[in-house]
């Protein structure tokens, strides 16, 4: 199971992908806008060639300014030349820079969309055993990653490799053996870096990034229950137990950055040792006769060109496996695939256009959660009628919202079908089917929006009218009213600034808004006082007329004019009828009743 310590799930399918796999997943988002991509490679690719040729320039000047009789001449030339080199550098490199500035963010804002449409694609099963604030921790690093491995590549490793190979290049056309001697050290560089980002940095990247999402989960999980936590006046425990994962996370961290600082030696030595062996190489050419001063210069500077490049990369290293890092939890979401999904081209849930709607099939069904020992249903049928008003009661993990959870197919089966209105739940479009059921929760969760726009959540074009009508016939508009804000009011992360009474009004007008053929009301009186209580029945009268109703009751008063009543025990319905009926057979439903004083 994810908790905060662990998450070990997502890090296990995180490490199973390289680094090249995650480069990949990145470099997909490039080639979604060819055009831009390549006009943003060319202005590049133009100033880094500009870069690449300023050594020539400069060597030209020194060459020029030694013979003092043509300095009004070639001199005047090679200081054009190398000024226009520099001007064309910084001018292409900012064109680059602007569009790769809008090319960025686009991916960025598209990558976030994915990762987000992919968890919400995952099942009940999933989201039980994660911790939200993990998941945004993680889908927030990535957008990060995204735009540091990015820059990592276009604006630095890509113009480092092509600055200096090509100027080992450049030296072999003069020099052969100083060319192959600067082309061996950069190759060597260049393998230093990609063994010591494989093996040493990326372990403990990924391990301060685990530690990193654990700081998101933790902060999450005390928040979300900050009124619990001021319930028992446990705000320095959580404090403390926060500091420990902070802790944690700093070590980590730590090991990470001295992990750099241990690679930059190694990129150093690298360092003098081409400064020294290409100094020297040209200091015994000029004393032999071999190099002019413009070859000597045309040396140095490309020897401070590259000891630029060279000098970054240990930076550019970081930041892009850092960034692989970063993105690599979303890619891995990306390659999961969801417990629970649609059919290939699976077609839209329609309700019959006439005639009854919402009749509902359990044929021969089987089902366990992931765990379970033994199945709950086990070959279960059942018919509920069209407009059929139907309780289910009995014992906790009897069976009751399982059979609610199968019908909105929050779960797959291990065996049989259930159809509604004769349509195989499993062959249609998991929104769709979900759109005909109106859910009325025991404990409602509402979003940090208005309260109109909580109200309307299941019919978003719905007129100001038709909100204000839905309210009114759940009991809520008076209430509302009072607020400061009136229905713009915000009803705080999870409905917290409303009473418990007043959000199961709201999801009870929710509901009267959808207007589905299917009504679950789970509980949905049971924060309502008596005269509350009351008036809500009778409003859901109103509601149920027509349309399959199925109540989950405890309190059995609740449920007296049920159509049918079904006693559920270990996955099993083993009794029903009405009320009277079951009351006067003297069986499971009778004793319930007894106990409850209904």
């Not at 006046?233 to 404090?239: F, I, K, P, S, Y």
């Not at 629970?340 to 081209?345: E, G, L, S, T």
């Not at 919402?358 to 709950?376: E, K, M, W």
């Not at 049920?562 to 009794?575: P, S, T």
């Amino acid at each position: 199971m994810d908790d905060p310590e662990s998450n070990e799930g997502t890090e296990r399918r995180s490490r199973a992908l390289s680094n090249w796999q995650v480069m990949r997943f990145i470099a997909a988002r490039w080639v979604q806008r060819p055009q831009r991509f390549f006009a943003m490679i060319g202005f590049m690719l133009a100033g880094t060639l500009c870069d690449l040729s300023i050594p020539w320039a400069a060597g030209g000047l020194i060459e020029a300014v030694s013979r003092p009789a043509q300095v009004t001449t070639q001199a005047w030339r090679a200081w054009a030349m190398l000024s226009l080199l520099y001007l064309g550098f910084y001018a292409l490199r900012t064109v680059g820079f602007r569009l790769m500035n809008t090319f960025a963010a686009r991916n960025m804002e598209e990558l976030t969309n994915a990762a987000f449409a992919k968890v919400q694609s995952f099942s009940s099963d999933w989201y039980a055993d994660t911790f939200a604030g993990a998941t945004v921790r993680r889908v927030s690093r990535a957008m990060q990653g995204y735009d540091a491995a990015s820059d990592a590549i276009f604006l630095m490793l890509g113009p480092s490799l092509i600055v200096l190979f090509g100027l080992a290049v450049s030296m072999s056309l003069r020099w052969p053996l100083a060319g192959l001697f600067c082309g061996a050290v950069v190759v060597l560089f260049m393998s230093y870096n990609l063994v010591v980002a494989a093996r040493f940095i990326r372990p403990v990247n990924l391990k301060s990034n685990a530690l990193d999402t654990q700081i998101g989960a933790s902060l999450a999980d005390a928040i979300g229950g900050n009124a619990v936590v001021k319930s028992f006046g446990a705000e320095d425990r959580e404090t403390a137990r926060f500091a420990r994962v902070t802790a944690a996370w700093r070590s980590a961290t730590i090991r990470t950055w001295n992990t750099f600082a241990w690679a930059g030696v190694g990129q150093n030595a690298l360092l003098m040792l081409l400064q020294a062996g290409l100094t020297g190489m040209l200091v015994w050419a000029w004393a032999h006769g071999r190099a002019t001063p413009g070859d000597v210069g045309f040396a140095i500077t490309s020897f401070m060109l590259m000891s630029g490049y060279m000098r970054n990369f240990s930076e550019t290293a970081r930041q892009l496996q850092r960034g692989l890092d970063d993105v690599l939890d979303v890619a891995a979401y990306m390659k999961t695939e969801p417990e629970v999904a649609d059919a290939p081209d699976a077609p839209a849930f329609h309700p019959p256009a006439d005639g009854p709607r919402g009749g509902i099939v359990f044929d021969r069904v089987s089902f366990r959660y992931r765990g379970a020992p033994t199945p709950l249903y086990d070959r279960f049928s059942l018919q509920i009628a069209p407009g059929e008003r139907v309780a289910l009661v009995g014992p906790t993990g009897a069976g009751k919202s399982t059979f609610v959870k199968l019908i909105q197919r929050l779960y797959d089966l291990e065996g049989g079908r259930i159809l509604i209105d004769g349509t195989d739940i499993a062959g249609v479009t998991q929104s769709s089917l979900r759109q005909a059921i109106a859910l009325v929760p025991q404990d409602p969760a509402l979003f940090h929006r208005s309260l109109a726009e909580n109200i309307a959540y299941g019919q978003p074009d719905a007129t100001m009218d038709e909100i204000i009508a839905a309210a009114r016939r759940a009991r809520a508009h008076d209430f509302i009213l009072r607020l400061p804000k009136g229905y713009d009011t915000p009803v705080g992360e999870r409905g917290v600034k409303l009473s418990g009474g007043e959000r199961q009004r709201v999801a009870i007008a929710r509901a009267f808004l959808a207007d589905a053929p299917i009504l679950v009301l789970d509980e949905a009186t049971s924060s309502l006082d008596v005269e509350t209580e009351r008036q809500v029945q009778a409003a859901s009268e109103a509601l149920m007329a027509g349309r399959t109703t199925i109540i989950i009751a405890h309190r059995l008063s609740t449920i007296r004019t049920a159509d049918r009543i079904l006693v559920f025990q270990e996955g099993r319905v083993i009794e029903e009828g009405g009320h009277g009926e079951l009351v006067a057979r003297g069986g499971a439903y009778a004793r319930l009743n007894a106990l409850t004083g209904a």
